[in-house]
Each structure stands twice: as structure tokens, then as C-alpha cells.
């Protein structure tokens, strides 16, 4: 009834040996599923027999010698009983899946990887420390070969797993004008009427209009810009002449560097702008207000791939009121809004940068009026014709670089308000002084270090 179990490993073909002894403390036979362990009794047994023989299958080849083979992950007991019937030992059986297999298996695809392999009563548990989560995924995906639904991941992903994206976003508008017309008007001092003609190619007869020649002066619009009026007369005969010339030039630079950070894996939201309303009528006829943001927005979600190698799903806008078109509807005044957008997934390394989006808007408009056949008259047709010249121009473009960072120390930090203090009263009423002096100790040394680019991460 005292018999019991001494392990002594034996490689035997694909087999392991584990001997019985009377009097010596039980252990549990450990067999790999789809292996087979030789076990070998000091007294002779009559009778054999296993608990559950779907988790191992056994064969007698001597009186004093098993053949156990591993069938299924699970636990089972053998039992043996002496010639007189009496209980020789009990042995507990373990069938393990084969894990050998698996480490050299991960051994051979991640080989810089220290991955611990170990069985739990059924199943396979992964343990130690991968560079990447995507190597983590490889390594998994192959457990579960072995071991489908049975693997448990106690690994943890190295390295740094933070991400920062720094954004430009950089927009140039130009816009070229010119313009030129011109207008004739000719009165008749005897009947006081008026006749324009003009280089929209109209002829209009109206009251007199005097001007400081003493002529007529044609009829110029209230906000005309660049205009020059000339007048004289012949006997009772006055005539005026209006040339309007106007070239106008302009040009608008936006820039946004928003810098966000986040965990590898999860989403990161950015918006400078603000929130315009927009009245919404329900099904009831009651009427309530929505707010839809505007502005630099960004949306990204970072993955650390492998190593320092980055993957980025990015979502960019850039929106503005554009106060040109708008809609009147019950009493409310709703403008349009120009939004540039663009949505991307790019891979790059640490501190390499993509341009993700570019855009080149370039709109001319060419307008000629006259007066038909005197406009076509050479030179003096100049007279009785407009041409009206308009061209704009805007580029958008957008550059993203991703850097993984790791915390700083707070103390090492500096905010805006730490360079600057408020005044004392001596310096505001005597000196006219807005600001005071910057603050001593660790921020004020902070304060007065050059602060050029990115601030309060550590780079790798």
C-alpha cells in the first residue's frame, strides 16, 4: 500500500522511463500529449487501469513495465494492483501539450525575443518581455496553434509605447485684382439732360450732375476706388470722363502646430477652433441648437509596429466660416464653411516625416465689357470698354512626424507664466511696466533657458 514513485529520466527512443519503488514518496508523471512515457515497476502487478482513458491510453509490455501515452491535456490517475490484489500505487498522470515544440518554433521565427513557455494543467502561459506589441501578436498567434483557446499571455511589450505627432499645418493664400473702365457723359447745356456711355455698354440720359470742372462728371459708383473724372465743355456742350483703374493685391499665411501624444493603441483627439451653432427643426417643429466644430482638428491613433517603426491612422481638417454663402432660414442666418480634410494610415520611423496631404486651389475669372462696335474701335475703344481681372490662389499642406517619448521629471517642465510676474506698483505707476521680473528657483531657471521646439517629453 506504501509504493510510491521515483522519477529517473531515461531517453528511449521517443520514450521516458519512470521507475516504481515500494516505500519511496509519490510524484506525478508529467507525459507530453502525442508522447509516451515507459514506466517500470520493482514488484510484478496483475492488474492495470487508467481513470479517464481519453487523456491517456496505456498497454503492458511485461509484467512489470507500461506504456502510457499522452492522448489529451488533463489530469488522470493510473492505477496497479499486485497478483493478490492488493494495491501496488496510484499514480497520477499529467498530459501536458507539447510545448518543446513551440519554443523552438519561436526560437527559429522571433530569435531576439525572451519568451518563456511553460504549461498550466491544460493549457500553455506565455511569460517575459517582447520589444513590440506586434511581435506579441506573432508570438500568441503561434501559441495558439498548440493550444487553441488554452493560451494565456502573461507577456509585456518593452521599450517606449508612447507616441507624439507633431502637425504642421501650413496654408498660403494670394489674390491678384485689376481692373479698368471707363465712362463717357455728355450733356446738353440747352436742354439740361444727361447721356453716359459707359463700358458696360449702356446709355442712360438723367439729371445734370456738375463737377468741379464745370462739365458733367459721369456717375461713379459709391465705392469706387482708383477713379479720376475729367470735364469741359464746347459752347453749350459739356462732356465728363470717368477712368477707373484699381489693381489690388493680397496675401494670407496660416500655420498650426498642434503636438499631441498617446499610447500605442489608443486614439488621441486635437481641436483649436471653436463650436458655431446651427439651428435644427425636429420632427415636432420645435427648434433646437447644434454645434459644429471648426478649425485645425486631428484625430490619430499611433502603433508601435516594431522597434522605433510607427504606424499612424490620421484624421485631419482644417475648417473655416466662410461668411460668402450663407442661408436665411426662419429668422436665422447660417453660414457655409470651407473645410479642407484629409484621412490617411502612414508608416514611418522615429523622427522621419510624411507629407500626408497637399493642395493646390489656383481660380482666375477674365471679364470684358463694351459698347458694341465703338468698344472695337482701336484705341479710342478703350473708352467704351471694361475688362475685369480677378486670380486666387491657395495651398494647403500638411506634414506629420511621429517621435516616441518617454515622461520627464515635473520640476524639469516650464509653463508660459513662468516668464513673466506681475508688476509691482512702483513699476507699473513710475516705469509703465506690464510685467515684472521672472521668478527665481528651479521654474525661474527654467524660464530663462531658449525654448525651441518641443517641450516637456524626452526623445529617443
Known amino acids: 500500500m506504501g509504493a510510491a514513485v521515483v522519477v529517473a529520466v531515461a531517453p528511449q527512443a521517443m520514450a521516458e522511463t519512470l521507475h516504481v519503488q515500494a516505500g519511496a514518496p509519490s510524484n506525478a508523471l508529467n507525459v507530453t500529449m502525442n508522447r509516451a512515457v515507459v514506466l517500470e515497476s520493482d514488484t510484478s502487478f496483475s492488474e492495470l487501469s487508467v481513470a479517464n482513458p481519453g487523456i491517456a491510453d496505456i498497454s503492458t509490455l511485461s509484467d512489470k513495465t507500461i506504456y502510457v501515452l499522452g492522448k489529451a491535456p488533463g489530469r488522470t490517475t493510473l492505477t496497479l494492483l499486485s497478483p493478490d ?34 504549461t498550466a494543467n491544460d493549457g500553455i502561459v506565455l511569460s517575459g518581455t517582447v520589444s513590440s506589441s506586434s511581435r506579441l501578436d506573432r508570438a500568441l498567434e503561434l501559441a495558439q496553434r498548440y493550444a487553441p483557446g488554452r493560451v494565456s499571455n502573461l507577456m509585456s511589450v518593452g521599450g517606449t509605447q508612447q507616441v507624439m505627432l507633431q502637425v504642421r499645418f501650413t496654408e498660403m493664400q494670394r489674390s491678384v485684382e485689376k481692373s479698368l473702365s471707363s465712362s463717357l457723359a455728355i450733356n446738353n447745356g440747352a436742354t439740361g439732360k444727361v447721356g453716359v456711355l459707359g463700358g458696360t455698354g449702356s ?50 499665411r496660416t500655420l498650426a502646430e498642434p503636438n499631441l501624444t498617446a499610447l500605442s493603441g489608443q486614439e488621441a483627439k486635437f481641436l483649436a477652433g471653436g463650436e458655431y451653432p446651427i439651428p435644427v427643426q425636429d420632427s415636432n417643429g420645435n427648434v433646437t441648437v447644434q454645434y459644429k466644430p471648426f478649425g485645425v482638428g486631428l484625430n490619430f491613433t499611433p502603433t508601435v509596429v516594431d522597434g522605433n517603426t510607427i504606424n499612424l491612422q490620421i484624421n485631419a481638417e482644417v475648417s473655416a466660416i466662410d461668411s460668402s454663402v450663407s442661408y436665411n432660414n426662419n429668422g436665422f442666418n447660417i453660414n457655409a464653411f470651407k473645410t479642407r480634410r484629409t484621412s490617411t ?8 516625416s510624411f507629407a500626408i496631404a497637399g493642395l493646390l486651389q489656383d481660380n482666375f475669372t477674365d471679364i470684358v465689357g463694351q459698347v458694341p462696335w465703338l468698344g472695337d474701335v482701336p484705341i479710342l475703344g478703350a473708352l467704351f470698354r471694361s475688362a475685369d481681372f480677378q486670380r486666387n490662389q491657395s495651398e494647403l499642406v500638411i506634414i506629420v512626424t511621429p517621435h516616441l517619448v518617454s515622461p520627464t521629471r515635473g520640476n524639469a517642465l516650464s509653463m508660459p507664466t513662468d516668464r513673466v510676474a506681475p508688476p509691482s506698483e512702483k513699476g507699473l505707476f513710475l516705469y509703465g511696466n506690464v510685467t515684472g521680473k521672472a521668478p527665481s528657483g528651479r521654474a525661474g531657471e527654467v524660464a530663462k533657458q531658449d525654448f525651441n521646439g518641443a517641450y516637456g517629453y524626452v526623445m529617443n
Open 345 to 352: 494610415t502612414v508608416e514611418m520611423h522615429d523622427g522621419e
Open 203 to 252: 446709355l442712360t440720359n438723367g439729371a445734370t450732375n456738375q463737377s468741379l470742372f464745370g462739365g458733367t462728371a459721369a456717375p461713379t459708383a459709391a465705392n469706387s476706388q482708383g477713379a479720376i473724372t475729367l470735364g469741359f465743355s464746347a459752347g453749350s456742350m459739356q462732356f465728363a470722363v470717368l477712368l477707373e483703374a484699381l489693381e489690388s493685391k493680397g496675401a494670407v
Open 85 to 118: 490484489g492488493k494495491l501496488i500505487t496510484n499514480v497520477e498522470v499529467q498530459v501536458t501539450p507539447d510545448v518543446g515544440e513551440l519554443k523552438e518554433r519561436l526560437k527559429q521565427i522571433l530569435p531576439t525575443e525572451k519568451i518563456d513557455v511553460r
